[in-house]
């Protein structure tokens, strides 16, 4: 049985850095895609970055150069290292991982106050 798990979220003034992280079991963060997406309130959820197995990574040009996305294999972690953080970076953030099928953790909610 996969499962995704994020952690990490919080409440942070703007500028601050929160470094989110997505722990899988049942299954291997190097194996497929995996993707991090945010939901902000009456909103409809958004991609914000993406690693493949071959860690070609790519970035919504909201998070071009404000977040990192990076994973560990050994620990079998995904990680989003988000720095300069602004109010509209507020929402719940999720994991996912797109194989043959695609799996979505539970989120965990970033507050980023002004």
């Known amino acids: 049985q996969v499962q995704l798990m994020e952690s990490g979220g919080g409440l942070m003034q703007s500028g601050g850095s929160l470094r989110l992280s997505c722990a899988a079991s049942?299954?291997?963060?190097?194996?497929?895609?995996m993707q991090w997406y945010r939901q902000a309130p009456g909103k409809q959820r958004e991609w914000i970055a993406s690693?493949?197995?071959?860690?070609?990574?790519k970035y919504a040009e909201s998070a071009q150069g404000r977040f990192t996305i990076s994973r560990d294999d050994a620990k079998n972690i995904l990680y989003l290292q988000m720095n300069n953080l602004e109010p509209g970076d507020t929402g719940i953030y999720y994991c996912?991982?797109?194989?043959?099928?695609?799996?979505w953790g539970q989120g965990t909610q970033v507050t980023v106050s002004s």
């Open positions: 690693i493949t197995s071959g860690r070609i990574i």
């Open positions: 996912s991982q797109w194989g043959s099928l695609t799996y």
């Open positions: 049942g299954t291997s963060v190097g194996w497929y895609t």
